[in-house]
């Protein structure tokens, strides 16, 4: 029973780092999602351009949006997430 | 019958049934049978971990009936599908490494045993397993119906056959495997799956003469199709936005999405799964309701939107291969009713059996109980399907959003506010799912927005509101120790 709650408190201040990430990101994909879908969309079909055979709006939205964000979560989880023990000391895990 | 479409079917069943038969072994080693059987023993790693959470969530509606709205509404029910790619990380994000911690210490097999240390309420319990039994039924009752059809409609069979061809090889791995067998089949499940929509796409593609001259076809027959407004210019930005709430941050309140963030091994796992997660969710999303919009010019004319999926695979693919895609959305369907059946025979004999009618049951009780409880709620559940009352339809409609309603904020809040007590808990539930109830029949997408909005937001406020007001005296206990 060494050092009883100090670890505990530290692994918890990852978590709650970890979820706010979490959040942020939500919030960022949303926007570019929004911007970009109603920025570049709402305006009369017609005018629009293409991108790959897509238009502009969706290719950004959702094409780009979806690339940007799995590169955002890889370049995330590799270098802004912590690994923590997830058992008390003694517990079963390596 | 085709028996060169069916034959790749039937393969995929038989492996299905070989894995649940080979995880029975774990449940028959094991020394923590309920560990085992309801949580493989938290022995998931990173790519189990993300494809079992990708194949419960990913279900009939992402194959079928998705596709289907995708190609009456054009790109706008694309954009409003890429919705889901925030369940590939915020889940695991959020919920994250303090949910894994904290069940840990609570020894928490079930989202309700986790809801039931934390709270120390037996209202919170009963309302909880209430809530799981009856929407989960429901919803798995609707699943069934839909594979059934999927598999009369591809054989041929009457739809009582199929039924109980397609439920008779669901049960039987789930009864003998447990959470093991039904986590390595989703993932089998799960690459069915990105491998269908892969092929399907590609496909599609080339049947349409490319990119650009599907996106000229479709602005031809009506330029509404490729804006981000819908065919009928009907998707607002702010119901197609609310959409976010229902099927991106909300699954954050789905139990059967929840329990799987405690069955991981290690923040390894967890991390691989985030990262393959959002990877696969984001195409399996993108692709199945990109094929729904440019199946149109493929294939004009088709009347009911649920049979877009499997007309365009037997028109555009050979016979062998449109098999292996159609296995897609049936692999969609047992991965989800699967997940829901074992998740209500852990509501049953976990919460309510052995805190209530039998506390200190021995292993062996234990284990056939828990063997027949799954075999029994399984067989209900085909009696069901076989002529489905209303009533099972009608709860149906409301068991996604209603789970949210119910769930969200006692998780979220369990874990992130020490004040949160049990009156909050209690509130908050009675009140998310009473108002998504009455607002679905009475008011449907107030204000523009989907239904679960309002009910979301009122059951947040009651939960602050009852917390603060009725404070519990004995501190919450974080950590028991």
Request: proline share 4%; charged share 10%.
């Amino acid at each position: 029973m060494k050092k009883q709650n100090h670890p505990l408190d530290k692994r918890f201040e990852i978590a709650h780092r970890e979820a706010l990430i979490g959040v942020i990101l939500v919030i960022f994909n949303f926007i570019w999602w929004y911007g970009f879908a109603y920025g570049l969309g709402s305006k009369k079909v017609e005018d629009y351009t293409y991108v790959l055979g897509l238009p502009a709006w969706f290719f950004y939205s959702c094409i780009a949006g979806f690339v940007l964000m799995v590169i955002i979560v890889i370049f995330t989880v590799k270098y802004l997430f912590k690994d923590v023990p997830f058992e008390e000391e003694g517990g079963g895990s390596k | 019958m085709n028996w060169a479409v069916i034959t790749p079917l039937i393969v995929f069943l038989i492996i299905i049934f070989a894995v649940g038969l080979w995880s029975n072994k774990s449940v028959l080693t094991t020394n923590s049978f309920l560990e085992e059987y309801f949580l493989g023993e938290r022995q998931m790693g990173g790519f189990i971990l993300a494809m079992t959470m990708v194949a419960t969530y990913g279900s009939a509606s992402s194959f079928i009936g998705g596709p289907g709205v995708a190609y009456n509404q054009g790109l706008g029910w694309v954009l409003l599908a890429m919705a889901q790619l925030a369940t590939g990380y915020f889940v695991l994000m959020v919920l994250g490494k303090k949910f894994a911690i904290i069940a840990r210490q609570y020894k928490a097999i079930t989202l309700i045993d986790f809801l039931k240390e934390r709270y120390h309420s037996k209202a919170v319990v009963i309302i909880s397993a209430g809530s799981i039994i009856i929407f989960l039924f429901s919803s798995m009752t609707a699943q069934w119906i839909g594979g059934a059809r999927l598999v009369e409609s591809l054989t041929g069979m009457p739809y009582t056959t199929a039924l109980l061809i397609f439920a008779f090889s669901v049960l039987v791995f789930v009864i003998v495997g447990g959470f093991r067998a039904v986590a390595l089949t989703d993932t089998i499940q799960g690459v069915v799956m990105f491998m269908g929509t892969l092929i399907l796409l590609i496909a599609t593609i080339k049947a349409g003469g490319g990119v650009s001259k599907i996106i000229s076809d479709l602005a031809a027959e009506n330029p509404n199709l490729i804006s981000p407004f819908g065919a009928g210019r009907t998707l607002t930005p702010s119901y197609v936005s609310s959409f976010w709430i229902l099927v991106g941050v909300g699954v954050v309140g789905l139990p059967q999405i929840t329990v799987r963030a405690m069955s991981y091994k290690n923040s390894k796992a967890m991390h691989n799964a985030i990262i393959i997660g959002t990877i696969v969710v984001g195409f399996i999303m993108l692709g199945m309701h990109l094929i729904g919009v440019f199946a149109r010019p493929v294939l004009p004319g088709v009347k009911v939107g649920d049979t877009v999926m499997p007309l365009l695979s037997m028109k555009v693919l050979p016979p062998v291969v449109a098999g292996i895609v159609l296995a897609a959305p049936m692999a969609a369907i047992m991965s989800t009713v699967d997940a829901l059946l074992i998740l209500v025979s852990s509501a049953l004999v976990k919460d309510i059996y052995l805190n209530y009618i039998k506390p200190n049951a021995g292993d062996q009780q234990v284990k056939k109980v828990s063997f027949s409880v799954t075999a029994i709620t399984g067989i209900l559940v085909i009696l069901l399907a076989l002529s489905p009352p209303d009533l099972i339809i009608w709860l149906n409609l409301f068991s996604f959003g209603g789970l949210e309603s119910v769930f969200i904020w006692p998780v979220i809040f369990g874990l992130y506010w020490n004040k949160g007590n049990k009156n909050g808990a209690i509130t908050s539930m009675i009140l998310g799912m009473g108002s998504y109830i009455l607002l679905d029949r009475f008011y449907p997408n107030a204000f523009g927005l989907h239904t679960v909005v309002i009910p979301i937001v009122l059951s947040f406020a009651g939960f602050i509101v009852a917390s603060l007001v009725m404070p519990q005296k004995e501190a919450v206990k974080e950590l028991k120790v």
